[in-house]
C-alpha cells in the first residue's frame, strides 16, 4: 500500500542520514579513548548513577560551564522537569530545587552555541544536549545562544537536532537509569570524577 510504502522510504532516508553520524561517532570515539583525558561527570539520582564524559575538545565553553556547576553544586536537589517519550529526560533548570516548575531559567547567565565545527558531535542515543529555551519570535523553535544550566539526555537518536544544538557529552554508565527517570525524579548531588588541568 502507499502508506507502507512511505513509511519504508522515511525509515530508508533516515537510516541514511545516521549510518554516516554513527560511523563519525564510532571514529570520535575511539579518538577520544586513545587520549583518555576527557572530563568525567557524574549525577547521582534518585534512580541511581548516570557516568558522563564530556566532549571537552567539541564544546569547550559548554563544558567548562558544566563543571563550574557541578563543583558549585547548583545541580543538587535539581529535578528532571521534563520526560519526552521517544526523546529524552531534561534537568538541570535551578528553578526546580527550589520547588519551581522548570524548563524557562538559565541559572542568571547564558552561553554561545557550540555547533558550527565540522568536528560536532552527533545527537544520538546517550549523547547530551545544552537544552535551549523557546524562542520567542518563531514558536517552536529554540532561541540560538539561550543555554546555561539546563541539559537533555537523549534516549533515541535525533538528527534532526545536530545543527541546533550543541552536543556536549555522552552517558557511559546508567543509560538504563536514565531511561527510568520521571519528573519526580532529582539530582540528590553531582561530581567531577575527572577534569583536564
Known sequence: SAPQRSSIAQVLARADVVEPLCASETAAMARDQARGDL?????????????????EDQAPNTVGNIIEHV??????????????????????????????????????????????????????????????????????????????????????????????????GRVTEGLDVARQVTPDDVVVTARVIQKRE
Open 71 to 168: 563543583e558549585a553544586g547548583t545541580y543538587d536537589g535539581t529535578r528532571f522537569h521534563r520526560v519526552i517519550r521517544g526523546l529524552g529526560v531534561q534537568g538541570g533548570d535551578p528553578a526546580t530545587a527550589t520547588g519551581g516548575k522548570g524548563g524557562t531559567s538559565t541559572g542568571g547567565w547564558t552561553i554561545p552555541d557550540e555547533n558550527t565545527s565540522e568536528a560536532k558531535r552527533a545527537p544520538l542515543i546517550g549523547r547530551l544536549v545544552v537544552a535551549l529555551q523557546p524562542d520567542p519570535q518563531a514558536p517552536g523553535q529554540p532561541q540560538p545562544h539561550s543555554g546555561g544550566w539546563q541539559f537533555m539526555i537523549l534516549l533515541n537518536h535525533f538528527e534532526s537536532l545536530r545543527d541546533k544544538y550543541t552536543v556536549f
Open 39 to 55: 572530563p568525567i561527570v557524574e549525577f547521582l539520582t534518585s534512580r541511581g548513577a548516570i557516568t558522563i564524559e564530556l566532549f
